[in-house]
Every structure is written in structure tokens, then in C-alpha cells.
């Protein structure tokens, strides 16, 4: 782990939708591949056919390719379902370094909270990390965007 007298600021986002917080829970990891922007979000692109995280300490957020290739995008290193999860988040074919993704679900009257704070930049060295930064702040926006959709328009559990 590389140290740095200076720091990158986290990107954060936090969104609130009208679903519990194990109905979020669940749909960001469980039901990754429903709604990931795999057409702008992918490694393997327009080959890429799903993504999968599997939900426990050790496990990985996975993207499968149309010949069943797979490639690691991040590490799972805290899984507290429904509250939060924690990844080394490394979507690269030979990553180098990894940043901290964050995701906690907090339950409010008219449904969960949720935060995502994507952290570390500095692992990647000042220069690269800031630029790593600066494209993730409007990517998760970008990300969010179908996920928030699926939680509206598919139906709650019983």
C-alpha cells in the first residue's frame, strides 16, 4: 500500500429510494447483472454479457463475456448484508493498485439511504489518481442511473 503526505478527496454519492434497505441490498449485489450499464461500464465490452457478485468475504464482483471469459473487477472485504459491503475495487484487465468502494444502505421512513463512497485514489499515485477521480464522479452517477430505475420499476418482494 503506497503512502502519501497528500490525499484525493473520496467521491461520494448518496441516493434515497422507496425500497427497504435488504430490498437495495439485494438488488446491487444479488441483481448486479439486471441492471449494470455493461454497454459503457465493462471490460470486455460489447462482448460483455453479465456481471455477478459473489456475496461473501473472499468473494468477487465478476464480468462474464459472451465465451464465458471472466474478469475480476473487484475483491469483496467486508460483506454486513443488508447494511453495507466493502470491495477492492480493480476493474482493469492487470490491475496495478486498488481503490476502496464503499456501499452502505441505511433504512429511513420512505424506504433506505443509500451512500457509496469510492476511496483511495492515492494508491494509484497523485497524478494517476486524480485523473482515476476525476472520471468515477460523474461514472457513478452514470451507474446509479439504471440501478435507482430497476429499484422503482421492479416489483418489491413479498
Known sequence: MRRSPESIDPVVKARELSRSAAEAFDLFTAGIGRWWPLATHSIGGAEATTVRFEGRIGGRI???????????WADVIAWDPPHRFVVAWHPTPEPLAASILEVRFESIPTGCRIHLEHRGWEEFGLEAGGEARASYEPGWDHVLRPYL???ESEPARA
Do not use: I, Q
Open 149 to 151: 430505475a430497476a429499484a
Open 62 to 72: 465478476v464480468e462474464v463475456t459472451a465465451d464465458g471469459t471472466e474478469h475480476s
